[in-house]
T-cell receptor
Framework: TQLLEQSPQFLSIQEGENLTVYCNSS?????LQWYRQEPGEGPVLLVT?????EVKKLKRLTFQFGDARKDSSLHITAAQPGDTGLYLC????????????FGQGTRLTINP | KAGVTQTPRYLIKTRGQQVTLSCSPI?????VSWYQQTPGQGLQFLFE???????NKGNFPGRFSGRQFSNSRSEMNVSTLELGDSALYLC?????????FGSGTRLTVV
């Protein structure tokens, strides 16, 4: 059972365009994390959001946690080829939970 | 500081064999988790150890086991390998904040 649905699964856009990746669930999460994974490497943590409605910015990346803490989005402004990679959302069901539920991932390709 | 180290990086095994993978967490981190990553299922939680005790376990058969040593290093073992066990096995350590993942061990079962 996939508890976290990510969309789209694949996205290929031109450099300079904007994009949004969505992560949705019917479950409530105490926190949600976004990771980026390069080929042949492990995922690297980008951000953790814990409060419903929270918005965090990391340079051109904007992360939002839904008010009900069931969904999240990642928005990239003016995408660059260096943003290419697999983006994963992962949720924890309670504070301090050491088991993360991962979405299937969004494979993003930014074309020069 | 040094990151999470997983060894070996690549393994090829035959069906029916067993395999042991190793993970050295970031110094000071006492929690080590293991995940299996496949194209079809994505990342799935295997188990988590803290201070040599298994705290959480995912929905994997008993062929998958693990342990943690007093220095927080962890090993996972898969017995009676099946073709479907081919995957990237990722280890992550945590000191109470977010996870830091290793580069993984790519296991191929033939």
């Amino acid at each position: 059972t996939q508890l976290l649905e990510q969309s789209p699964q694949f996205l290929s856009i031109q450099e300079g365009e904007n994009l949004t990746v969505y992560c949705n669930s019917s479950s409530v999460f105490s926190s949600l994390q976004w990771y980026r994974q390069e080929p042949g490497e492990g995922p690297v943590l980008l951000v953790t959001v814990v409060t419903g409605g929270e918005v965090k910015k990391l340079k051109r990346l904007t992360f939002q946690f839904g008010d009900a803490r069931k969904d999240s989005s990642l928005h990239i402004t003016a995408a660059q080829p260096g943003d290419t990679g697999l983006y994963l959302c992962a949720g924890a069901h309670f504070q301090g939970a050491q088991k993360l539920v991962f979405g299937q991932g969004t494979r993003l390709t930014i074309n020069p | 500081k040094a990151g999470v180290t997983q060894t070996p990086r690549y393994l090829i095994k035959t069906r029916g064999q067993q395999v042991t993978l190793s993970c050295s967490p970031i110094s000071g981190h006492r929690s080590v988790s293991w995940y299996q990553q496949t194209p079809g299922q994505g990342l799935q939680f295997l188990f988590e150890y803290f201070s040599e005790t298994q705290r959480n376990k995912g929905n994997f058969p008993g062929r998958f086991s693990g342990r943690q040593f007093s220095n927080s290093r962890s090993e996972m073992n898969v017995s009676t390998l099946e073709l479907g066990d081919s995957a990237l096995y990722l280890c992550a350590s945590s000191g109470g904040g977010g996870y830091t993942f290793g580069s993984g061990t790519r296991l191929t079962v033939v």
